[in-house]
């Protein structure tokens, strides 16, 4: 499940292209004559590095993270989206997730992913508590 929200992959094909223009010919003069000629895309790349860079060391255990809770809300889909509130919060965080350029959307999506939880896990008690009730009157 992981590899189908894992950003970056786009900017990466894209910048495998690039280089490989830049380095069709081998010889010096023609690696230049392409550096110059496709000067605004490295930059351009390089900032796209920058950024997945930052996304991979620093924000990749917390993309698991949001992947997995994503995963776990579907258990109570149908109660989340009896809740207003959360069904909005839970919209957009599927968004967020589907996102082509997610990385400035990490803190909002951090945000949203606690008030969801908070939510699922107070359902997820209210069916314990519900299983245990009746477990009790079970075997009276």
């Known amino acids: 499940m992981w590899r189908l929200f894992s950003p ?4 990466i094909k894209s910048g495998k292209l690039l280089l490989d223009k830049i380095l069709e010919k081998q010889d010096s003069y023609s690696v230049i ?5 496709y000067q605004s895309r ?7 590095v920058a950024v997945l860079k930052k996304f991979y060391n620093q924000g990749l255990s917390f993309w ?3 992947i997995d809770q994503m995963q776990d809300f579907e258990t109570n889909l149908t109660l989340i ?11 957009r965080l599927f968004e967020i997730i589907k996102s082509s350029y997610p990385y400035p959307l990490l803190t909002e999506a951090e ?7 908070v939510f699922h896990l107070r359902v997820e008690r209210e ?3 519900t299983l245990r009730s009746n477990v009790l009157v079970f075997n009276y």
Request: glycine share 4%.
């Open 8 to 11: 970056g992959g786009k900017e």
């Open 33 to 37: 004559l392409s550096c110059l000629k």
């Open 42 to 48: 490295i930059v351009q790349l390089a900032e796209t």
């Open 64 to 66: 698991k993270i949001f």
């Open 81 to 91: 989206q009896n809740d207003k509130q959360i069904f909005s919060k839970y919209r």
């Open 111 to 117: 945000q949203l992913l606690t008030d969801v939880q």
């Open 127 to 129: 069916k314990i508590k």
